[in-house]
Nanobody, 122 residues
Framework: HVQLVESGGGTVQAGGSLRLSCAVS????????MGWFRQNPGKEREGVAG????????FYADSVKGRFIISRDNDKNTMYLQMNSLKPEDTAMYYC????????????????WGQGTQVTVS
């Protein structure tokens, strides 16, 4: 059973940066992904960024391409989201997420979730 513990988040001005971190409780095998979602009240949870555990191939939502960078350190079982050039539209609850044994580069493959951390951009 995958456990996710995330940290980071906070309040920043537009144009600023934040880095989110997520620790994963177990080894993640090939074909699995980790990633980040975000959600606001009354809206669907949307995928922001994903990354393959093995190989490190990333994929992003169009809204964050060129601004956010996802990375991971497999030796530490830790995944990061570097958020740059933040916009007010990025304000949301951000969730660390992980797929089961198969990723496929699809948002729908993510089934495990962290507790969420609030990011507010003024």
């Amino acid at each position: 059973h995958v456990q996710l513990v995330e940290s980071g988040g906070g309040t920043v001005q537009a144009g600023g940066s934040l880095r989110l971190s997520c620790a994963v409780s177990e080894y993640r095998s090939r074909n699995t992904c980790m990633g980040w979602f975000r959600q606001n009240p009354g809206k669907e949870r949307e995928g922001v960024a994903g990354i393959y555990t093995v190989g490190g191939n990333p994929f992003y939502a169009d809204s964050v391409k060129g601004r956010f960078i996802i990375s991971r350190d497999n030796d530490k079982n830790t995944m990061y989201l570097q958020m740059n050039s933040l916009k007010p539209e990025d304000t949301a609850m951000y969730y660390c997420a992980a797929t089961g044994i198969y990723c496929g580069g699809r948002w729908s493959s993510f089934t495990y979730w962290g507790q969420g951390t609030q990011v507010t951009v003024s």
